[in-house]
């Protein structure tokens, strides 16, 4: 409480502040509520999980731009919750979001301390998201920005603490410029005991001239910080270099664009007597894309290479984590088994998803995602990618694209046999109102994916075949000023067989989980969105998520679900 009137006092001075215009105050607001009904196959045996559940939430970030001169800037943001369950006050929470100074030094080094949002490069640090992240209906527009501002993913970023700093010097007479960018944040605090203080320090440099040509460096390393553990003087260290270059063309009004990328990782276990000596692990991209003169086409072939032993935390972290309870129906069946996630949670639930940088290498669901659990920086994998798309010029009334990936193992797991993955996709969006005369709104998305897997195996036994099959449509039809009505049907289906790695806490690969899969899933979306403005929206929908599985048909289950959701920014 006492907290809560010293804020008081902040704001009062704050507010005096804002009549000189040295601070700016902006913020969030959100009210959620899901009211869901569990029904299925399931219930007929199991007899203690809770047929309805309802729970939600509100809650309302306030920010401050504080501006005490021209070079300085502090940002905080602070947020008070309520959650649904919590009476006369005793559910509220009540912290610090985010907090950050930055500023200009010498009118040429900008920096910044407090909160970082870090991006680097898809090999040293960046945050992939490869799970369900393309091609969403509207109708689930609003979730996604929700768990993308929740959880400070922004455009691939990971949330760090720490400082950071860039400058760009210009080199005559020679007609280059050259960017520098330093960064260092603290990854994980001590325990004092047995686990050191984790940082995570890296430096990009950029070399650009007038004709179009770039040459980039790009490295991390994470290492602990000796005797911040009293009893322990293990400590880890992971190191990724990248160089490449890249060359922008004109030709006939068509533009190229040709890059190259290339890197190479270390891994040690420091003063561990039981840690394997790693081998340092490397990778390679070529690329090529164009664009033709209007701009309405565009191709792109890409061709990569990462070995088996290839690390980096920055870029193999995972942000969906397999292992987080969903915020409703955490737990079915009478074993009080945890329910594993759906597509409606992946693409929902902001609790399911984690901000933390893990040096391990962890596990993923071969249904949602098998080529490239890890992004770009999966290892063990090389192969060609061929992408194309086509955009109407006429503001942008219709829009496809399609994609086709070849990949193949370096190094068999288990066997000398190599998987091969297969990876089909193609999307399109249209604004159908414009080509049938409607004065009102009225959009359709469609997205598909396949990815295939097979292996061959040693008398059968070691084979492999796994089909993926996502789709996604999606349809908004505007009804009055404002208010529209939207769609969804989104769909999973997974046929066959894989073997999960299981690995040691060196990422060393030491058994094989066999998982059968026959897996179906859906889910159906239908409501309306009233759009205030385009920062505020209220939605009010159906959604019905339905999982069967044929290997454990009596675990079949459907929840229906009543969502309100409220999202304001200002």
Known sequence: MKFIYTYILLLISLSALAQDKKVEFFGAGRFSLN?????GKLIESDTTTARKQLNGATLFDLGFHIRPNAETEIKAITRV???LNG????????????LYLRGLLLNRISY??????????????FNQQVEMAQGNPMALETFREIIQYDRFYGENSW?????????TLDLQPIKHSLQIKGLIAKNRQTDFFSKPDRLFAGASLELKNNYRFKLNYDGVRVFDIPKSAMFSDLAFLNIVHQLGLSKALTLAKNNFLISAQAGLSQVEYQNDPLAPKLENGAFNEFSLAWKSPDKSWSAQVEWRAVETGFRSMGAQSRSLNLNALTSQYAYITNRESQRALTLAEVLTDGAVYQSFLNPELQRFHPAFENINPYGKATPNRQGVSLKAAWDSKVKGNASVS???????????QGTTNLRSFLEQTVQANVKLSSYVGMKRKWNISLWARQQQTKRDGQEG?????????????????ELLPKLDIQLAWLNLTSEGNEFL??????????????????????????????????????????????????????????????????????
């Open 402 to 412: 399609t994609g086709l990936a070849s990949m193949k193992e370096i190094t068999g």
């Open 87 to 98: 009476f006369w006050g005793a559910g509220i929470n009540f912290y610090l979001r985010e």
């Open 112 to 125: 910044q301390v407090g909160d970082l949002n870090t991006r680097m490069t898809p090999y040293t640090l």
């Open 35 to 39: 009211n869901s009904n569990l029904t």
């Open 81 to 83: 919750q309520n959650d």
């Open 461 to 477: 036994i070691d084979a492999i075949k796994l089909t993926s099959t996502q789709l996604k449509f999606g349809t908004e039809v």
């Open 159 to 167: 949330r760090q603490q720490g400082a950071q700093a860039e400058m």
């Open 501 to 570: 790695a299981e690995r040691n806490s060196y990422n060393q690969v030491v058994f094989f989980q066999k998982q059968d899969c026959n897996l179906k899933q859906s889910f159906l979306i239908g409501g309306l969105n009233y759009q205030f403005s385009e920062q505020a929206s209220l939605k009010i929908q159906y959604q019905q998520i339905a999982n069967q599985q044929d290997i454990q048909p009596n675990n079949a289950y459907q929840i229906n679900r009543l969502a309100i959701l409220y999202n304001l920014f200002f």
